[in-house]
């Protein structure tokens, strides 16, 4: 009988002595190396399975240099957009036999080049999820992290596909929208100040004040949690605003409890709208009015370019550029006469 290892573990020493044959040999012959002769690899096989041997993975994958294993790193997975997103990459990634590394920063862009390196190191190819950092360190890492796939940015460097949600074209929707109704006075509780796609949402409230230079549209200073908007109310309220666009859903759940708190009716005295439409969103009361992002197909989709990318495979990209769908609801109603702004 072979005689195990000091961690009473069968290893490929013992399947060497067994079949009679090096240790390179047997490690040749367990990674799928055909240049083995069929005769000693067949030996090799048949000592592995007698023995019960099981290759170990760690190795395995530094003798191949894979890991089956991709990585992510998102700004907050606290925020069910981000857990969506993870899940629609874990599931299809999972269909290939890959597994998923997950990296939080913690909304620290500091972080951010640190723990998507690290994970580039361990994994077989990376999914970077709305990255706050400055598109200077994006421009900076990013080739040294390939395989890569970027979800809401995007980078001048080749070869590197981009999945990014029209967010600009989604709030001037909802703006649209909301005018529509009546409201003639808006604000808009921004979302982190590094986020990309609230550049985008800034970029097309300026492109919708053009169009309606008789609509009043107030900017405030935001966050992308519940906190941040239950937080927001007084300077809500002394915007004076009828209507009002959360970076998010979050934002806009926090704003609207924050608001029942205060006495204030939604939609009746004001209107709130967010973006995103996460499951909570339609169990809110009221039921919040939002602008709906294919969040999960976000996921999924990042990793069939990733998937290419690591199989270095021809591969023709659907469209990456998203279009929010806009999901009316009960916080969003019929603007009431305009509310002076508060003063002192």
Known sequence: MARKSATGRIGIADVAVKAGVSHATVSRVMNGNFTV???????????????????????????LGKTDTIGIVVPDLANPTFQAILRGLSRAAAEDGYRVLIADSFEVSSEEAILAGE???????????????????????????????????????????SLVVDYGQGVQDLAEYLVGLGHTRLAFLAGPAGSASNGLRLEGLEAFKTRHPQVD??????????????GAVDSVLASGATGILAFNDLVAMGLMSGLHER???????????????????????????????????LGGQAWRELRALIRKEDHDAPGSRYQPRLEIRASSGPAKAPRPAAHG
């Open 37 to 63: 002769d069929p005769d000693i690899a067949a030996r090799v096989r048949a000592a592995a399975v007698e023995l019960k041997y099981q290759p170990n993975p760690v190795g395995r994958s530094l003798a």
């Open 119 to 161: 994970a580039r190191r361990r994994c077989d190819g990376l999914v970077l999820c709305a990255p706050r950092m400055s598109d200077a360190e994006l421009e900076e890492i990013a080739p040294s992290l390939h395989p890569l796939v970027l979800i809401n940015r995007t980078t001048a460097a080749a070869g590197i596909p």
């Open 217 to 230: 549209v107030t900017m405030l200073d935001g966050g992308s949690d519940f906190d941040t908007g239950h």
């Open 263 to 297: 006495g204030v009716d939604v939609p009746g005295d004001i209107s709130v709208t967010g973006f995103d439409d996460i499951p909570f969103a339609r169990y809110t009361t009221p039921t919040l009015t939002t602008a709906a992002v294919p969040i999960a197909e």
